[in-house]
C-alpha cells in the first residue's frame, strides 16, 4: 500500500523587514502552493510574520548527532576567532 | 422598487444616528431599510461563520481545519460588527449578541446557499467558492458606499474574502482535476450548490431608496463579475459550469429550508438556555 500521508515541510517565517527568516516548525501539504497556504495559517495567525518560506523537509541535508565531534568540538579552543581582542578606541560608539 | 412618497428625501442617516424629538416617518422608514440591508449582509456571514465552525475537529488534516477555522472566524468578525451596526440603526438597543442569539429562524435574511449542511468537504469547498466570489464582489463595491460604516467594514473583508476565494479554488482545482472520484464529487458538489447562487442576485427585497443613496450596493449588477471570478476556476478544474434550475429561495425575506432551524438551535442554545451568562 502506498503512503496516503502528505509530505512534510519546514516553515520559515520571516517577522519583519530587514530580519531573516527563522525556521518556525513544520506541516503536512499535497504541494508547495498549499505547503505556503498553510503555513499562512498555522504559522501567521497572529501577525507572526510578512514573508514565508516553504521547504520540502526531504531536500534538507541535516548534520547528525555522530558527526559532532568532528563538526564542532575544534572550534571550542579557538577563542582567537571571536573578536575580543581589540581595544575599542574611545568614543566610537556603532563598531 | 418602491419609490419614494417625497421627490426630495432627506439624506441617509448613517453611522447609527439614533432618532430624536418628533417622530419623523421617512427618517424611521430610512433608518428601518439600512436596517434590513446591513441585516442580509451580516447573518450571510454569521450563518457562513456557523456552518464553517462545524468542520473544526473533522477536517481531513490538522492544516485545513485551521484553515477552516480562520475563514470561519473571519467571517464571524464581519457578521459581529454588522450585527452591532445594525443594532445601532434600529436604535431599540438590541446589541449584536441580541441579534444573533435571540432572533426566531423568521427574522433571519441570510441566503439558502449558506444556511444548508456542509459535512462533505467538496460541497464546503464549492460553497466557499461560489460565496467568496459573492462576498468579493460585494465588498469591493460597498467600499465606496456613501455609508462610512458599511464602506469601512468592506475595505477591511476585501482582504479576508479574497483568501477564502483563494483557498476555495485550491481545492476546487485539485479535487476537480484530481482523481476520478474526486472529479465526480467536486461536480456533483458543485451542481448541487450551483442552485442556491442565483438567490443572491435578486433584488427585490432590497429598497431602491439605499441603492440610490449610494448605501447599498444592487446585488442583480454584481451577476456578471461574481460569475467571472467562478467559471474560469471551474473549467480549470476540468469541471462542467452547472446548467441546473435555480432553487426558490426566500432568505431575504426570512423563508429559510428546514435546516435552518437546526442550525439555529445548535448555535443559540447556550445564550438562551443560560440568558446573561458571561466568562
Known amino acids: ?95 | 422598487m418602491i419609490t419614494p412618497p417625497d421627490s426630495s428625501p432627506p439624506p441617509l442617516r448613517s453611522s447609527g444616528e439614533q432618532s430624536r424629538g418628533a417622530p419623523d416617518p421617512a427618517a424611521d422608514r430610512q433608518a428601518k431599510q439600512l436596517f434590513d440591508y446591513t441585516l442580509a449582509l451580516a447573518d450571510d456571514a454569521l450563518v457562513s461563520a456557523q456552518r464553517m465552525g462545524w468542520w473544526i475537529s473533522r477536517a481531513p488534516q490538522l492544516e485545513e481545519d485551521l484553515a477552516l477555522a480562520n475563514i470561519g472566524l473571519d467571517q464571524l468578525g464581519q457578521a459581529r460588527t454588522l450585527l452591532a451596526y445594525a443594532g445601532q440603526v434600529e436604535g431599540a438597543g438590541r446589541g449584536e449578541d441580541d441579534l444573533a442569539y435571540l432572533r426566531d429562524e423568521r427574522d433571519f435574511r441570510n441566503v439558502h446557499l449558506v444556511e444548508r449542511d456542509q459535512s462533505d468537504f467538496g460541497v464546503a469547498m464549492a460553497r466557499l467558492l461560489l460565496f467568496s466570489a459573492w462576498q468579493a464582489e460585494l465588498y469591493g463595491a460597498l467600499r465606496t458606499s456613501t455609508d462610512t460604516t458599511l464602506a469601512g467594514v468592506a475595505g477591511k473583508a476585501v482582504k479576508e474574502v479574497a483568501y477564502h476565494l483563494d483557498h476555495a479554488r485550491q481545492w476546487v482545482l485539485r479535487l476537480g482535476d484530481g482523481t476520478e472520484e474526486s472529479h465526480e464529487r467536486m461536480q456533483a458538489a458543485l451542481d448541487a450548490e450551483w442552485r442556491y447562487l442565483l438567490e443572491l442576485f435578486d433584488n427585490d427585497w432590497l429598497d431602491g431608496d439605499l441603492v440610490e443613496a449610494g448605501v447599498a450596493i444592487d446585488p442583480a449588477r454584481l451577476c456578471d463579475a461574481v460569475l467571472a471570478r467562478i467559471e474560469p476556476v471551474v473549467t480549470e478544474a476540468t469541471l462542467v459550469v452547472p446548467e441546473v434550475a435555480p432553487a426558490i429561495g426566500g432568505g431575504r425575506r426570512g423563508l429559510h429550508t428546514e435546516q435552518m432551524g437546526y442550525l439555529l438551535a445548535e448555535m443559540q442554545h447556550l445564550t438562551r438556555s443560560h440568558p446573561g451568562a458571561t466568562w
Open chain 1, 1 to 95: 500500500m502506498s503512503s496516503t500521508e502528505w509530505p512534510l515541510w519546514e516553515v520559515f517565517v520571516r517577522s519583519r523587514r530587514g530580519l531573516s527568516h527563522v525556521h518556525a516548525g513544520s506541516l503536512h501539504a499535497p504541494d508547495a502552493e498549499m505547503a505556503l497556504r498553510n503555513a499562512r495559517d498555522v504559522y501567521t495567525r497572529r501577525e507572526e510574520g510578512v514573508s514565508l518560506w516553504v521547504v520540502p523537509s526531504a531536500v534538507i541535508e541535516a548534520s547528525t548527532p555522530d558527526e559532532r565531534d568532528s563538526f564542532f568540538d575544534p572550534a571550542a579552543d579557538k577563542i582567537y576567532r571571536h573578536p575580543t581582542f581589540y581595544d575599542v578606541p574611545e568614543g566610537v560608539e556603532h563598531l
